[in-house]
Structures are given as structure tokens and as C-alpha cells.
């Protein structure tokens, strides 16, 4: 069986109002050479168009870390977020990266509640498992539940592209290195 993400009571995927999930299995490529790209915010925009303006709070990052507030803007949401889950992959160990973010005042009708997680997880014959899942809760939620082509399937699936791009990219150039 395999992994699978860990979710908060109020965000279980089919009781949340949005979910969205998706995932790629590559050969070549290990959850060590993808980690550093998903760990590291400041590295999203230069993979992931739909990811800009990365910045940490209280002098912390570069890299996340359970419990650091970050912030950055997708899908025209500028977005609050606090790490709450951060273990990086091991031999036998998947990594996990989750957190919860939102945008807008609390109790308003434009308040988005989200919890974003990922599992990074090498698999048999040189192969790696990159799952990333969301849930999200409030009116822009239920809105982008209902929205076609669906926008966070196809920026997650942007984004899961661009990941695994990036880190063949950076394989290639370390591994061209004299």
C-alpha cells in the first residue's frame, strides 16, 4: 500500500468544499533531488509560473520548517501560510510537506481556508513518487469546485511538471560538473 497524506479533522478530502488532487511517477530521479526545489518557496516561481512573490516571516527560511509562517501568491490569492507538517525524505522515509494557508479576513464571504500537503517518496527500479493534495474550505472554495477546466488540477499538475523539470535540469547540470 502505499503512502498517503495526513489531514486535519476540518479538511478531509469529501467533507472539505474543494479538493484537488494530483500526482506523477518518474524513473531517474530520487525524493533527494526533488526535496530542495518543494523545501526552498524562493525556488517555486522559477518553475512554477502560477507561484510568485515567496517571502518568510520573523527572519526564518530560506528553507520551511514545521511551524514557520510563509506567504506567497497562486491563482490570484495572496496567501498566509503556517508549515505544519515538515519531515524530509530518508532511506525508507517519505518526505512530507504540508501546510495550512488562507487569504482574506476570517469570517468573511472571500476568506479561503486551505491545507496543501505533499509526499515525496522514492518507489522500486529508480523511480519517484511526487503526490500533491488540497483541500479548501469557504466560498472561493466551493466556486473553484465548480469551475471548468478545473484550475487546481491543471496548476498542480503545472506545478508537479515544472518540479519534476527543475530537478532533471539541476541532475544534469551537477552531473555535467567537472
Same mark, same amino acid.
Given at each position: ?5 495526513? #489531514?486535519?479533522?476540518?479538511?478531509? %478530502? &469529501? ?8 500526482? @506523477?511517477i518518474v524513473a531517474? =530521479? !530520487? ?15 522559477? /518553475? /512554477? ?8 516571516? $520573523?527572519?526564518?527560511? %530560506?528553507?520551511?520548517?514545521? &511551524?514557520?509562517?510563509? /506567504? ?6 495572496? @496567501? ?5 507538517? /515538515? @519531515?524530509? %525524505?530518508?532511506? &525508507? ?8 494557508? #488562507? ?7 472571500? +476568506? ?5 500537503? #505533499? =509526499? ?6 529508480? +523511480?519517484? +513518487?511526487?503526490?500533491?493534495?488540497? *483541500?479548501?474550505? &469557504?466560498?472561493?472554495?466551493? *466556486?473553484?469546485? *465548480?469551475?471548468? %477546466? ?8 503545472? #506545478?508537479? $511538471?515544472g518540479l519534476v523539470?527543475?530537478? +532533471?535540469?539541476?541532475?544534469?547540470? !551537477?552531473?555535467?560538473?567537472p
Open positions: 500500500m502505499a503512502n498517503e497524506i495526513f #489531514w486535519p479533522q476540518d479538511y478531509v %478530502p &469529501g467533507f472539505a468544499d474543494n479538493f484537488a488532487s494530483n500526482e @506523477v531517474g =530521479l !530520487t525524493a533527494a533531488e526533488i526535496w530542495p526545489l518543494l523545501s526552498h518557496p524562493a525556488k517555486w516561481p522559477t /518553475y /512554477y509560473a502560477n507561484s510568485a512573490n515567496p517571502r518568510f516571516y $520573523d527572519d526564518k527560511g %530560506p528553507e520551511l520548517a514545521e &511551524g514557520i509562517q510563509f /506567504y506567497f501568491e497562486t491563482f490570484g490569492f495572496p @496567501v498566509q501560510a503556517k508549515v505544519t507538517e /515538515y @519531515v524530509p %525524505p530518508t532511506a &525508507g522515509q517519505p518526505g512530507r510537506v504540508a501546510w495550512h494557508g #488562507w487569504a482574506g479576513e476570517e469570517g468573511s464571504l472571500e +476568506r479561503l481556508d486551505v491545507h496543501h500537503a #505533499w =509526499l515525496i517518496e522514492d518507489l522500486s527500479e529508480g +523511480r519517484v +513518487r511526487i503526490l500533491t493534495q488540497e *483541500t479548501q474550505n &469557504g466560498k472561493p472554495a466551493k *466556486t473553484l469546485a *465548480t469551475t471548468r %477546466p478545473n484550475p487546481m488540477i491543471n496548476g498542480h499538475q503545472e #506545478w508537479l $511538471d523539470s527543475a530537478a +532533471r535540469s539541476a541532475t544534469i547540470t !551537477t552531473s555535467s560538473k
